[in-house]
């Protein structure tokens, strides 16, 4: 089940409940590597937020990014709950997308 390139809505974790990273993207694997090499400077690097568990996926660039800053706005356990109705174990799903 590889990921499709186009464009993705996605939250990353440092653990079940632990810091969390929205983020929007065109290439969720190629975004989702680039946080989890530490290739990118911020939160994800300084906080260790490297697991894949949320992605939902979007017809264009502006759907996806409108959707994301809604995401952002969104109290934590909002977050938590959008996570949990997809993901309840909180598994890394990169590897599932990435083959």
């Given at each position: 089940m590889s990921a499709p390139?186009?464009?993705?809505?996605?939250?990353l974790a440092s653990a079940r409940n632990g810091t969390l990273?929205?983020?929007?993207?065109?290439d969720l694997i190629r975004?989702?590597?680039e946080h989890r090499t530490d290739t990118v400077d911020g939160v994800t690097k300084r906080y260790a937020?490297?697991?894949l568990v949320f992605a939902e996926f979007h017809d264009t660039m502006p759907d996806a990014i409108l959707r994301e800053k809604q995401v952002k706005k969104w109290r934590r356990d909002w977050k938590i709950e959008l996570i949990e109705s997809v993901n309840p174990e909180?598994?890394?799903?990169?590897d599932l997308y990435a083959r």
């Open positions: 390139k186009r464009p993705a809505v996605y939250i990273y929205v983020g929007v993207t065109a975004r989702t590597w937020v490297h697991r909180w598994l890394d799903f990169y």
